[in-house]
């Protein structure tokens, strides 16, 4: 993960300079105090001081993020192209030039010192998301021979291995509980802050956070397949993929470096000729259009805004590939969504049932709970987590295809099966079936001696935040579609439910991307919400791939944000902070152009010197870092 630790911009005002410049900038700082108190009695001694000032206070902003950074890139690019730290760079040594010292040593204090306080600021947003790499266990508890515990490396850990984990460590790896029971915090997975109550066959994570129990789990993923190693991926690659304004800014930045030097030399050659000025008064009014139009805060106006955005958003149990798909979300026309596991919880409940008055209703209950017992059907868990059985009863049952279940109690028949094999059905049960199938279920019919007597009423229902979320991109004016592969039927009545706009249905996985492509083309920057394999190609081919945490490896290696525990109310906050990211993007870029052209007029009017604009230059960009971190604490 050291990309993590990588600058986030090469040609920008952000660098990382550690300890040592800090010391330099205040040894600096001393020595043009000292010069002020000389400036009467020792004027030469004075300059001096000033002079070593501006070398000591600026030589990693200046020289090495300056100069150094342009023969760098120049080397590299085969083409001159300045950073705009250089700006200050010559500023600072024309004023001392002529005869200016106090003022260019004036200059990279404050510019240094500014530098110092935006990294800072800056730095508050990169710890929250690179403090995830102090959160990965690094050693586990391994069963040996003889239930003897050894310690290992987790990156040395198989699957199959089994491993005891003590009250109060990290979970070291992904796995299944075999034995105990606990509570689990799983904030740094899906940002939930209430623990989690696990048992045996309750499946765990690497780098939670165990409660006061102790138990022993098996791990079922290697260390690079973890939930946990997925998200430093995410974290890695979001690091360097940037917004399209930033990529915008920063091809534009060496092209502007450019201007303002050609700009500075024409003042300063012109303004004698045209303006009268004197030679030094030109150079002096050229310096200060050099500081004032020096494009720092137009550097700095993504930065912390991207960085702000994704840490405030992975705090919550949302991650990205990088902040460029997290803007692209902030403008998306339409959003389409599969069905089962995204907005369904992925599995059939119970919605509905009918039994007939002439059976004992609980007697019924108990002879449907011992047939589906013995059923590998998946509505049978369904019907067993509804239903509890009064008593426990044995009934040997067949399974016949097409047939359904059936079986022999106190020598009477008792058969489940869909609708269409029974003959001899009440019109009251017929009406019911056809009710129940319109609002999307699947209904099975219960028999006694070939005569229905019950009915139970399954579908696959709709997550707990499914409605609100369809609601809030309704409102936002977002096209919003239900892609299936289920039935009309089935499909329909989801998107009934939800207020989905369009419902498209009996879906083959490889109609999914033809689908989404034709969305782009109608609607312009479209997302894909999907948790299965089947959703790989439509969530490639969405301009912004959105997978459930919970759905397959194969969905979140391909998507471009990755909701954990697959919470839609995640989608709707990543969506509210990436509208609001490009707000203040854009925020930042203008008032920082305002900035530079007030800065460039009071110039040329003689309004301005270097000290006031050197102010006015450094206070906009802090003002910029500030205003993105509020992303921070982003409701």
């Given at each position: 993960m050291e990309e993590i630790k990588k600058q986030q911009t090469q040609q920008g005002c952000n660098h990382n300079h550690g300890k040592m410049p800090v010391v330099l900038y205040f040894v600096g700082l001393l020595l043009a105090i000292s010069g002020l108190?000389?400036?009467?009695?020792?004027?030469?001694?004075?300059?001096?001081?000033?002079?070593?000032?501006?070398?000591s206070a600026g030589y990693h902003v200046i020289i090495l993020a300056g100069v150094g950074s342009t023969i760098k890139n120049s080397k590299l690019k085969g083409k001159f192209t300045p950073n705009s730290h250089i700006l200050m760079g010559i500023a600072a040594l024309g004023a001392s030039l002529i005869g200016s010292f106090w003022e260019g040593a004036l200059l990279i204090l404050i510019f240094s010192g500014?530098?110092?306080?935006e990294e800072f600021a800056e730095g508050r947003s990169k710890r929250e998301i690179t403090n995830l790499l102090k959160m990965n266990p690094t050693t586990a508890r391994l069963i040996v021979a003889n239930n003897e515990i050894k310690i290992v490396e987790v990156n040395d850990l198989k699957i199959g291995d089994r491993l005891q984990v003590l009250n109060g460590d990290q979970v070291p790896i992904d796995g299944v509980i075999l034995s105990g029971s606990t509570s689990i915090d799983e904030s740094s997975i899906n940002g939930e802050s209430i623990p989690k109550e696990k048992s045996k066959g309750d499946v765990v994570f690497g780098s939670t956070?165990?409660?006061?129990?102790?138990f022993t789990m098996e791990v079922t993923k290697e260390n690079k397949d973890t939930v946990f190693a997925k998200i430093l991926q995410l974290v890695n690659q979001n690091q360097d993929n940037q917004t399209r304004a930033s990529s915008i800014i920063q091809r534009f930045m060496p092209n502007y470096v450019k201007s303002v030097l050609?700009?500075?030399?024409?003042?300063i050659l012109f303004g004698p000729l045209i303006f009268g000025w004197t030679w030094s008064k030109s150079?002096?009014?050229?310096?200060?259009?050099?500081?004032?139009?020096?494009?720092?805060?137009?550097?700095a106006a993504t930065v912390s805004v991207t960085l702000s955005a994704t840490s405030n958003l992975a705090s919550?149990?949302?991650?990205?590939?990088?902040?460029?798909?997290?803007?692209?979300?902030?403008?998306?026309?339409?959003i389409s969504f599969d069905k089962t596991g995204t907005l369904t919880v992925g599995k059939p409940k119970v919605t509905?049932?009918?039994?007939?008055?002439t059976v004992n209703n609980q007697e019924l209950i108990d002879i449907i709970v011992a047939l589906e017992r013995e059923s590998n059907h998946p509505l049978a868990n369904a019907i067993l987590e509804k239903f509890e059985a009064k008593n426990d009863l044995y009934i040997k049952v067949e399974n016949q295809i097409g047939e359904g279940l059936k079986g022999i109690y106190e020598n009477n028949t008792y058969r489940i099966g869909k609708p269409t094999s029974f003959t001899s059905v009440k019109s009251e049960y017929e009406l019911l079936n056809e009710e129940y199938s319109l609002d999307g279920n699947t209904v099975v019919y219960v028999s006694k001696n070939d005569v229905v007597v019950g009915m139970i009423a399954l579908m696959d229902v709709a997550s707990e935040y499914a409605k609100e979320t369809i609601d809030y991109f309704n409102q936002a004016g977002i096209v919003t579609t239900l892609i299936t592969g289920d039935s009309k039927m089935t499909g329909q009545a989801v998107g009934r439910q939800l207020g989905i706009d369009h419902v498209l249905a009996n879906v083959m996985p490889q109609d999914k991307s033809d689908i989404i492509e034709k969305q782009k083309e109608t609607y312009g920057t479209t997302a894909m919400v999907g948790d299965g394999v089947n959703d790989a190609p439509a969530l490639v081919i969405a301009d912004i791939g959105i997978a459930m945490g919970d759905g397959?490896?194969?969905a979140v290696d391909v998507s471009d944000i990755v909701l954990m525990q697959s919470d839609l109310t995640r989608l709707v906050k990543a969506h509210e902070i990436a509208l609001k990211m490009n707000k203040i993007i854009y925020q930042n870029i203008i008032f920082s152009m305002a900035v530079v052209a007030f800065l460039v007029i009071v110039t040329l009017l003689g309004l301005s010197n270097i000290s006031i604009s050197v102010v006015v230059h450094e206070g906009s960009t802090i003002v910029v870092i500030l205003n993105g971190l509020r992303l921070l604490k982003a409701k």
């Open positions: 108190f000389l400036t009467r009695s020792n004027t030469f001694l004075a300059n001096v001081l000033f002079s070593l000032a501006s070398i500014a530098h110092f306080l956070i165990n409660g006061t129990g102790t050609l700009a500075t030399a024409l003042v150079i002096y009014i050229g310096l200060v259009l050099l500081v004032g139009a020096s494009p720092c805060a137009l550097a919550r149990g949302v991650l990205s590939r990088g902040s460029t798909y997290l803007s692209q979300l902030g403008e998306i026309k339409a509905n049932y009918h039994f007939d008055e397959t490896d194969v």
